[in-house]
């Protein structure tokens, strides 16, 4: 699942994922990401900007104006989930246009 969380100028996507990949974790030394490929091949890597979490696998990323533009030139082509233990990569996606549907509501000027 995929949210946009927006509060003032912070901008975020939020990754959430019921797969066994560990905890979402901020640490440096292991830190959790995701990637996003893009169709036109662009990647795009988020990493965890919230707290330490182990229950349900939730990825805050922060994005910026010039990362909301990369991904609303393409449609997903996959997504490379990182969490302490394990990764998976989806690459089935019901709406592979989300970022280019959804990110104007940030409206990057």
Not at 25 to 43: A, F, G, W
Not at 84 to 90: A, G, L, Q, R, S
Request: aromatic residues 12%.
């Amino acid at each position: 699942a995929i949210q946009l969380y927006a509060k003032g100028s912070k901008k975020k996507i939020v990754f959430g994922a019921s797969l066994e990949l560990g905890c979402a974790s901020p640490y440096k030394t292991n830190r959790s990401k995701v990637m996003v490929m893009l169709e036109n091949k662009d990647i795009i890597t988020f990493y965890h900007s919230g707290k330490l979490d182990c229950g349900e696998f939730e990825l805050w990323g922060n994005v910026s104006n010039s990362e909301i533009t990369r991904l609303t030139k393409s449609p997903i082509k996959a997504i490379k989930i990182t969490g302490t233990d394990y990764y998976d990569t989806i690459e089935k996606f019901e709406w592979s246009t989300y970022f280019i549907d959804k990110l104007k509501c940030f409206n990057p000027k």
